[in-house]
């Protein structure tokens, strides 16, 4: 199986490449056997991701998937965005080669710790403001 149109659109032409200044939060993962590595920014205001930004250092697959993922989730709650899987990722995309879906597409998985970094922000700020009022 070759790349799909779409995977090579998504790879030549990637959407919300970049990073955030201030993120809310930031996910990030690798594959030590091919060397992709993904790091995703998030900004979420009122439990709704209103923007997110990638880096990924690999190949095409690999920047594909995440600028697709990048589209798949923006505007959704942190709830939606998290039944997001690699399969469905791979599917937005028309399919990836069979060679490619487990080294290549790590895009829901560096999503879900950018989601867990925020919840995990949010609960040391919670905890610092009250321990501020307590004083």
Known sequence: MQYTEKVMDHFQHPRNMGQIENPSGVGEVGNAVCGDI?????????NVITDIKFQTYG????????????????????????????AD?????????PVKLHCSNLAADALK??????????KQ??????????R
């Open 38 to 46: 993904m790091r995703i920014y998030l900004t979420v205001e009122n």
């Open 113 to 122: 710790v950018a989601i867990e970094n925020y919840q995990q922000n949010l």
């Open 59 to 86: 190949c095409g697959a690999a920047v594909a998937t995440t600028s697709q993922l990048t589209e798949m989730v923006k505007g959704k709650t942190l709830e939606e965005a998290l039944k997001i899987t690699n």
């Open 125 to 134: 700020e919670k905890e610092s403001v009250k321990n501020a009022e307590s």
């Open 89 to 97: 990722v791979a599917k937005e995309l028309g399919g990836l080669p």
